[in-house]
């Protein structure tokens, strides 16, 4: 069985940081590359950031990048998502998930597997 565990969300003042974590288990972590998505009130859920695999290749949306690093320990079977310079627009739920497939990062419909999420709420 498949499990994905976010943690690390929490309430931030804007400028703040955070560091999510995603713990997986019941995969063979290393295969997968990993994404972190978020989603906020009556909103779509959007991409954040990817990884690859071997952690060789990252990406990121653009509203986050230079202030958001994705990173992996395989050895952990974890992902994280270090969160600097947080915005209220920062604020969501967000979701690791996991892609076999090595399809279109951005996409939601690309991963396997995805984690039940982790408040983000960024205060002004």
């Known amino acids: 069985q498949v499990q994905l565990v976010e943690s690390g969300g929490g309430l931030v003042q804007a400028g703040g940081s955070l560091r999510l974590s995603c713990a997986a288990s019941g995969l063979t972590f290393s295969l997968y590359n990993m994404g972190w998505f978020r989603q906020a009130p009556g909103k779509e859920r959007e991409f954040v950031a990817a990884?690859?695999?071997?952690?060789?290749?990252?990406y990121y949306a653009d509203s986050v990048k230079g202030r958001f690093t994705i990173s992996r320990d395989n050895a952990k079977n974890t992902v994280y998502l270090q969160m600097n310079s947080l915005k209220v627009e920062d604020t969501a739920v967000y979701y690791c998930?996991?892609?076999?497939?090595?399809?279109?990062?951005?996409?939601?419909?690309?991963?396997?597997?995805w984690g039940q999420g982790t408040q983000v709420t960024v205060s002004s």
């Open positions: 998930a996991a892609d076999r497939s090595y399809g279109r990062f951005t996409l939601t419909s690309t991963y396997d597997y």
């Open positions: 990884i690859s695999w071997s952690g060789g290749r990252t």
